[in-house]
């Protein structure tokens, strides 16, 4: 060996931790499933062991750990405040698709928006609230809708809310960018009239048209929060398949709190999984299926 050989460092072996040896057990699921509560009332069940493991065992990688009890630690200390609003949106879910649950589209456009397009004409406010917005799809099938009943709705004060906890989830929406397999799912007729294929670095995507998207404002939002910031009230509020995550007595007061989002009439749209509880049951009317009229103002 000559002597330069032997003066040359090893490098040194960093043995790669794999996924399944690093098990999620009971103590840290519930120290997760109380932290996720405490800053969203999304309630975690103890039988998910497999789905926060498999979210969240890539932080864990990125973070070098190889326990969730480090984890867990690091999360609850001042230190990983970041990391721990990561955490939370890791455990978030964000299925979403255009136009799902056709039938409240079929209600907007039959019912709710021709009234309000037509206030808006005579220059009142109307305001429409994508409450747990996801990645943008379902405002903006809102705003494709009102653009086909009102092609120059951009010229009156109409607007649409979207809101989600997940900040990558309101940066995905605001860039209003979605490859074609999301995008076929629209039909053609919207697809062509308010959308537009462009090169991007992740290959050719469908842009939401300008129309669109000065319709909608993206927002980060934790619906669990003490406040929200609105002021102005909604005549629609969207709320889909997002409260059935939250624990009983959230439900409970989240169902209050959009009651006194909404000016009445007004209408709110729910999971096809949902059910309105608590002293809200008695403020809105059943008009549809999982759509609500409020009915009563107190």
């Known amino acids: 060996m000559s002597s330069l050989a032997a003066l040359k460092p090893r490098e040194s072996f960093v043995p790669a931790i794999r996924e399944d040896a690093i098990p999620l057990l009971e103590p840290e699921l519930r120290r997760i499933a109380q932290m996720l509560d405490a800053d969203a009332g999304i309630h975690l069940s103890m039988e998910k062991t497999s789905l926060v493991h498999s979210r969240l065992i890539k932080r864990l990688k990125m973070l070098k750990m190889d326990s969730f009890k480090k984890y867990c630690n690091f999360v609850d200390s001042p230190d990983g405040k970041t990391e721990r609003r990561e955490m939370l949106m890791s455990l978030t879910t964000n299925l979403t698709r255009f136009f799902r649950e056709a039938h409240h589209f079929e209600h907007l456009v039959k019912e709710a ?30 705003a494709a809708i009102i653009l086909s009943l009102l092609p120059e709705a951009n010229n009156y004060d109409i607007k649409i809310l979207a809101s989600d906890i997940d900040c990558h989830m309101i940066a995905h929406g605001n860039r209003g960018l979605y490859a074609e397999s999301i995008i076929e799912k629209m ?16 290959g050719k995507m469908y842009e939401a048209s300008h129309k669109m998207k000065s319709l909608i404002s993206f927002r980060e939002l934790n619906l669990n929060a003490p406040r929200w910031p609105m002021r102005g009230k909604f005549q629609i509020i969207f709320c889909r398949n997002v409260v059935i995550y939250f ?40 008009v549809a299926t999982t759509t609500y009229q409020l009915t009563s103002l107190k």
């Open 113 to 142: 928006l021709p009234p309000l397009l037509e206030r808006a004409k005579k220059g009142e406010r109307i305001r429409i609230w994508s409450a747990g917005c996801s990645n943008g799809q379902e405002p903006y099938s809102i």
């Open 187 to 202: 039909p053609a007729e919207l697809r062509t009239k308010h959308f537009e294929l462009v090169d991007t670095p992740d």
């Open 247 to 286: 624990n009983l007595e959230t439900q409970v007061v989240l169902w209050e709190r959009f009651k006194q989002q909404l000016c009445g009439p007004g209408y709110l749209y729910i999971g096809h999984s949902e059910r309105l509880t608590g002293p809200a049951v008695d403020l809105f009317e059943n």
